[in-house]
Every structure is written in structure tokens, then in C-alpha cells.
């Protein structure tokens, strides 16, 4: 398991440039927030949560088919598959190098974009946590969403079809954690909220998930 | 007694949907006629709403069915997951594009109801919110049964998605409650009679759901069978093909 998440990990930062791709995006999106909305500080400052939720959610997303595509056209998805590792812990294993090499970048960086949207300063803790908490979610979902995929020739603009309303659970306590902490009102509710769907996902889905990979290897 | 699983076999389920389907068509059309009719004509205009309020007879009904057809989806999905009947597994695919197609009724006659009634066309409302979010889910589960080519393989990997989806459809439901106050007004039907709709609504609008219930029994009878049938099409082609 352990020699699997390395290997992840490794082939995400060397090869093809994966792992700063979603970085790249995620800043990307912060810079064109303001040509769109203008750059009045206190508009920005008001949107600032929600926009960075979003851009977290999107980088999440355009890294989703690299989760099995790889795998699955070299073949080694059918050798991981017939290893005697279970195909659950196989996909759980998956979600957490994808975590680990998208989720936790995006956390990181975050307090660097949200200074170029002007977030209020007691934001920071409450966004940071939100991200901290709600990341592992996005990409325990989108794994689900790429193994049910992965055989398809085209899956790209069929995944986000799938995975975006799956995430709005997931979104919209996220973002209001970080709206709340960033006005300076009270986002335990919120925070126990988003908590709960990131574990029930956590210790849910990797059995759909593996289910729908089973057949789609069969 | 026959048992409910006879129906599996899909040369019974279309012998026995054909005997079924002039008479629920013909029964779909005289209460939906009657319930509209009745609906539109015979009821008085309400005191602050107008004539408005006869948008409910087409509100009502469909928003049912939007959320009943994913129900159906799901129970069909789960039995074909566990007994693997492939008649299940179709209907679940014929129904989805009829609950679509609701969602869409029930989301356009609200938008007309609620700009007399609201000012606006649209409000991000939980209810309202909510049934957006059910018209994507049933978007991606008919484009996945679309993308894939194998049939079991669509029926297996579908019918997990509607599992999953249900879950966080669910989920979505109770989050948006969360995220924003409601404009909508609660249910007009309940089975605690007090807080019923008047009864000069209420009887014509029994009729209309009775319709739309009994036209979505027949449509999803309907696709069912051509499924069946699109189905045997193609493999007597891959058979002659084979020679």
C-alpha cells in the first residue's frame, strides 16, 4: 500500500506536470476573478470565500481523469487489480495520493490567493480549516467519478457532468464556513457539517468506488 | 398466485404491458383531460392570487412525479443490482428521460407562476435549488448510459451512480436548506387534512396527479418495451452479421 502511494505520488510530481497544473489553474482563475467583477477591494473582499472554494473545486476537478487514465492505458490498473490488495483499498489509496498531490498544494497556496482578493484578515484560520477539511471530500467524489469513467474514450466533459453535483453538498459548506470566518460570525455548525460529509465520503464511497471499477475491468 | 419476478422475463413483461397499455393510456388521457378541464374552467380564481393559481394542476403533479420517477430509478437500479433482471435495469432507463422532462415542466411553470407572483422568474430558493440540481443528476445519469457501449456494463455503472446520486441528491436537498431561506411556500397537499388546499382545488388536483401518475406509468411501460425490443434488434443483427 505504502510502495503504491509513493509511486502515486512520484509519477504526479515527475511525469507530465499534473502536480503543479491544478496550482497553476487554481491561480489562474484568482487573477481573472477581478477583470470580470472589477477591482473594487470590498466586492472582492466580499467573494473572496466563494471564489476561492470554486477555483479549489475546479483545479480538483482538472485533475480527476489522471486519477486511472494512466493506469488504465499502460495496463497496470489490471495488474494493481488482480495484486492482492483490495480493489478498495486500491481506490482509497488513489484518492489519498490525489489528495496529497492536489488537495493539500491547493490548502497551502490558498492564504497566498486570497491576500490578491483581499480577504479580511480573520478569514485566513476559517478558510485554511474549510479547505483543510473539504478537500479530502473533493477528491474521494471525483475518484468515484473517474473509475466510473475510466474505460471511456472521452470521459473528460462526462466526468465534470457527473462529479459537479456531486461536490454541491460539499461546496456550499465549505464556502459558508469560509463566508461566515471571513465576517466574523460563528462556523462551528457549518465546519461540523462539511466534517461529516468528508468522513461519511471517506468511509462510504471507496466501496462504490471499487465496485464500479470491478466493472469496469471486467 | 404468480410471483411479482415473473415479469422479469421480458417476453411476459411486454405481453403483459401490452394488454396494460391502451387501457392506462386511455385511463392517463380521461383524468388528465378531466383534472385539467376541471382545474382550468370550474374552479373560482384565488382571492390574492388570481387566476394564477391554476398553474398548480401542472406544478403539483409534475414536481411529484420529478422526484418520484428518481425513486423508481432507484428501486429498479437496486433490483438489478441484486437479482439482475435486465427488464429492471431498462425501465430504469426509460424512466429517466420522462423524470427529466418533469423536472423541467415543474421548474418552467414555476419560473411563470413565480414572476406574477414573486417579481422574478427565478430566486436561488432551497426548493428551487434543489430541483435544478435533481435535472443535472438526471443529465449525467442518462449521458453515462449514453457514453457507454456495453449494455451490462451501462446497467451496472448507472445503477451505482443513481445509488450514489440518491445519497448526495439527499444530501444537496438538505444542504441548500442550510445555505439559504425559502421563498417557496410549503406543501399544499398533506395527509393531515388541515392543512389541505381548499377543497374546490383539491379534488381537480387529485385527478391531475392521478394523470400524470398513470401517464408516466404508461410512457415508462412504453420505453421499457422499445428498449426491450431496440435491444433484440441489435442482436439479431450482431447474429446475422456472424451469418
Known amino acids: ?218 | 398466485m404468480a410471483s411479482f419476478w415473473e415479469y422479469a422475463n421480458p417476453k411476459k413483461f411486454i405481453q403483459t404491458t401490452d394488454k396494460l397499455l391502451p387501457w392506462l393510456s386511455v385511463l392517463a388521457a380521461l383524468t388528465l383531460v378531466v383534472g385539467l378541464i376541471w382545474g382550468f374552467f370550474f374552479t373560482p380564481d384565488d382571492f390574492r392570487q388570481g387566476s394564477t393559481v391554476k398553474i398548480i394542476y401542472l406544478h403539483v403533479p409534475s414536481a411529484l412525479m420529478a422526484i418520484n420517477a428518481w425513486l423508481m430509478m432507484l428501486v429498479a437500479s437496486l433490483v438489478w443490482i441484486v437479482r439482475r433482471h435486465h427488464v429492471s435495469a431498462l425501465a430504469a432507463r426509460a424512466a429517466a428521460p420522462v423524470g427529466a422532462v418533469m423536472t423541467v415542466i415543474a421548474l418552467a411553470t414555476g419560473a411563470i407562476w413565480g414572476q406574477p407572483m414573486w417579481g422574478t422568474w427565478w430566486a436561488w430558493d432551497p426548493r428551487l435549488t434543489s430541483f435544478l440540481i435533481l435535472f443535472l443528476f438526471y443529465l449525467g445519469y442518462m449521458a453515462l448510459w449514453a457514453a457507454i457501449e456495453n449494455d451490462d456494463t451501462a446497467a451496472d455503472l448507472t445503477a451505482v451512480l443513481c445509488l450514489v446520486g440518491s445519497v448526495f441528491a439527499l444530501l444537496s436537498r438538505y444542504a441548500v436548506n442550510f445555505w439559504n431561506q425559502g421563498l417557496h411556500q410549503g406543501a399544499s397537499l398533506s395527509l393531515d387534512k388541515e392543512k389541505n388546499v381548499a377543497d374546490v382545488f383539491y379534488f381537480p388536483l387529485l385527478f391531475c396527479i392521478a394523470g400524470f401518475v398513470l401517464l408516466f406509468i404508461a410512457l415508462v411501460f412504453l420505453r421499457t418495451q422499445t428498449e426491450i425490443r431496440a435491444r433484440r434488434m441489435r442482436a439479431l443483427l450482431a447474429r446475422e452479421r456472424l451469418g
Not at chain 1, 486570497?114 to 473539504?134: D, F, I, K, T, V
Not at chain 1, 456531486?166 to 465549505?174: A, E, H, N, R, S
Request: charged share 10%.
Open chain 1, 1 to 218: 500500500m505504502k510502495a503504491l502511494l509513493l509511486r502515486d505520488i512520484r509519477l504526479a510530481v515527475r511525469a507530465g506536470g499534473g502536480f503543479g497544473l491544478g496550482l497553476a489553474f487554481f491561480l489562474i482563475v484568482v487573477v481573472l476573478v477581478p477583470f470580470g467583477v472589477g477591482p473594487d477591494s470590498g466586492l472582492l473582499a466580499r467573494i473572496a470565500p466563494g471564489i476561492l472554494w470554486l477555483g479549489a473545486l475546479l483545479s480538483c476537478l482538472l485533475s480527476l481523469d489522471r486519477i486511472f487514465a494512466l493506469d488504465w492505458e499502460d495496463g497496470s490498473l489490471d495488474l494493481l487489480a488482480t495484486a492482492p490488495l483490495p480493489m478498495e483499498a486500491l481506490v482509497s489509496i488513489k484518492s489519498l495520493a490525489h489528495w496529497l498531490t492536489t488537495g493539500v498544494p491547493l490548502v497551502l497556496a490558498s492564504p497566498l490567493f486570497a491576500l490578491l482578493l483581499s480577504l479580511p484578515s480573520q478569514g485566513y484560520a476559517p478558510l485554511l480549516m474549510s479547505l483543510a477539511l473539504g478537500t479530502p471530500a473533493l477528491s474521494v467524489i471525483g475518484t468515484f467519478g473517474a473509475a466510473l469513467t475510466v474505460g471511456l474514450k472521452r470521459g473528460g466533459l462526462l466526468l465534470s457532468l457527473l462529479v459537479l453535483p456531486l461536490y454541491v453538498p460539499t461546496l456550499i459548506f465549505g464556502a459558508e464556513v469560509a463566508r461566515r470566518g471571513a465576517m466574523g460570525l460563528d462556523f462551528t455548525v457549518p465546519l461540523a457539517m462539511l466534517a461529516g460529509i468528508t468522513f461519511g465520503a471517506i468511509a462510504l464511497l471507496p466501496f462504490a468506488s471499487a465496485a464500479v471499477l470491478r466493472v469496469n475491468l471486467r
